[in-house]
T-cell receptor, first 113, second 107 residues
Framework: AAGVIQSPRHLIKEKRETATLKCYPI?????VYWYQQGPGQDPQFLIS???????DKGSIPDRFSAQQFSDYHSELNMSSLELGDSALYFC????????????FGDGTRLSIL | KNEVEQSPQNLTAQEGEFITINCSYS?????LHWLQQHPGGGIVSLFM???GKKKHGRLIATINIQEKHSSLHITASHPRDSAVYIC?????????FGAGTILRVKS
C-alpha cells in the first residue's frame, strides 16, 4: 500500500541558506502534519493543513512557511537556516475527521553545517 | 499546558519478558496514540485509543480515561521489539508527544 512519501530523505545545507521539504500524503488523505524532531528530542508539532488551509499551528519559527497544494501534497519552506534547525522533519497524513491514526513518512534529515 | 509523561525512559529486558510502558496525560484529549520509532527515524503508528483496550499480535494497549493513564504491553518480547516507543496525546487536531521510552530486548 502507498505510504507517506517525503523528499529528500537527507539534505545538507549551510547557515543562512534556504531549504524546501516535500511531503506526498497517502492517496485520499486530505490532512497533512509537519513535525520537527531535534537530536535526542521528542517530535514537536509545527503546522498542519486541511484542504489547502492551515488548520493548526504549533512551534513553527517565523523563518519557516508551509503550504498544501491542490493535489494535497505539502511543502515546508525554511529560510535563513540556523544550526539549531538540524533535525528530522516528519510529515504525517490522515483523513480529516476520521478515527484513523496519522500515517508518518520516514522523515527528511536536515543537517546544517 | 498539554503534557504527556512517559515512564520508564529506558528499559532493558530479556527476551521473552513481559514489558509495560506507561503514559499519563492531562485533560481534554480526543485520543491517545502509541508509536514506534526505529533507529534511522521512521515512525510507525501502533495504536490509536480513545477508550478500553486494543490488541495487535503481541502488543496490547489500554487506556483509563478517569485516571488519564495509558499503558503499552509487549508480551513474549523479542530483540526485534527494540525501538523507541512514544506515547502521543491528541488534542483536537494535533499530537503532543511524550519523551519516549528506549526499549532494548536482549537475547
Amino acid at each position: 500500500a502507498a505510504g507517506v512519501i517525503q523528499s529528500p530523505r537527507h539534505l545538507i545545507k549551510e547557515k543562512r541558506e534556504t531549504a524546501t521539504l516535500k511531503c506526498y500524503p497517502i492517496p485520499r488523505h486530505d490532512t497533512v502534519y509537519w513535525y520537527q524532531q531535534g537530536p535526542g528530542q521528542d517530535p514537536q508539532f509545527l503546522i498542519s493543513f486541511y484542504e489547502k488551509m492551515q488548520s493548526d499551528k504549533g512551534s513553527i519559527p517565523d523563518r519557516f512557511s508551509a503550504q498544501q497544494f491542490s493535489d494535497y501534497h505539502s511543502e515546508l519552506n525554511m529560510s535563513s537556516l540556523e544550526l539549531g534547525d538540524s533535525a528530522l522533519y516528519f510529515c504525517a497524513s490522515r483523513v480529516w475527521g476520521s478515527n484513523q491514526p496519522q500515517h508518518f513518512g520516514d522523515g527528511t534529515r536536515l543537517s546544517i553545517l | 499546558k498539554n503534557e504527556v509523561e512517559q515512564s520508564p525512559q529506558n528499559l532493558t529486558a530479556q527476551e521473552g519478558e513481559f514489558i509495560t510502558i506507561n503514559c499519563s496525560y492531562s485533560v481534554g484529549i480526543s485520543a491517545l496514540h502509541w508509536l514506534q520509532q526505529h533507529p534511522g527515524g521512521g515512525i510507525v503508528s501502533l495504536f490509536m485509543l480513545s477508550s478500553g483496550k486494543k490488541k495487535h499480535g503481541r502488543l496490547i494497549a489500554t487506556i483509563n480515561i478517569q485516571e488519564k493513564h495509558s499503558s503499552l504491553h509487549i508480551t513474549a518480547s523479542h530483540p526485534r521489539d527494540s525501538a523507541v516507543y512514544i506515547c502521543a496525546a491528541q488534542y483536537g487536531n494535533k499530537l503532543v508527544f511524550g519523551a519516549g521510552t528506549i526499549l532494548r530486548v536482549k537475547s
